[in-house]
């Protein structure tokens, strides 16, 4: 649906409403937190451009949240990926009730290390939770807490059994979102190629 030289928006199996999308990074990592600051930036403004989009098409706020799990062996799918769903669920006051959460500036502020959950509400803030500093605690949080189920159950046009995109990959609505989008497709502003220097890890805000 969109590309830039370091990301691809791609339509995903449990796509349980029209219009969503994952921006998925090239570079294999576990989460965003994981890629360098030019990375992100590219990605912010990737993400920026696809709200617009899936605004103007579907006439809904548009949520995006991504599960940072920087730990191997915690989910079923360990590659990146940032969700993008037009749907007036209110993620982050779900999850505000259940953890410890902030607001941060940019993508750019995730951690690089520790694993979080970070959600980009309708009016454009980020938010970042804290899931634990230790495997255990991770994997206690995920446990109980699943993004795409809590959306489903928040979004009133999903039945609450459409979370899961094993058993559910809604392949109608995926075609509906390739056809809708497309016909709204708009020429790709892609950044120039990147001429930085990896920054050192140790120069990355952590949390």
């Known amino acids: 649906m969109a590309c830039t030289p370091r ?3 791609v339509p995903t199996y449990g796509c349980f409403v029209r219009g969503y999308l994952l921006v998925v990074p090239r570079r294999h990592v576990l989460a965003f937190g994981q890629l360098d600051p030019g990375e992100l930036a590219e990605a912010q403004i990737l993400i920026d451009d696809l709200v617009a989009r899936l605004k103007r098409v579907y006439g809904l706020p ?4 991504e599960y940072g799990l920087a730990a191997a062996g915690v989910r079923r799918i ?4 940032w969700h993008l769903v037009p749907s007036p669920a209110d993620l982050a006051g779900w999850l505000d009730e259940r953890l410890a959460g902030r607001r941060i500036g940019s993508l750019v502020d995730l951690p690089a290390a520790a694993s979080y959950i970070a959600v980009r509400t309708s009016g454009a803030g980020l938010r970042l939770y804290d899931v634990g500093h230790t495997a255990d605690a991770t994997h206690e949080v995920h446990s109980r807490i699943r993004l795409r189920r809590a959306l489903a159950a928040l979004d009133p046009r999903v039945d609450d059994g459409a979370w899961d995109w094993a058993e559910q990959r809604h392949v109608e609505l995926i075609r509906a979102t390739v056809a809708e989008l497309g016909a709204h497709a708009e020429p790709a502003a892609h950044p120039p190629a990147p001429t930085h220097t990896r920054q050192p890890r140790s120069s990355r805000r952590r949390s």
């Open 78 to 81: 360990e590659h990146a990926h």
């Open 62 to 65: 548009v949520l995006g949240f």
């Open 7 to 9: 990301f691809a928006a």
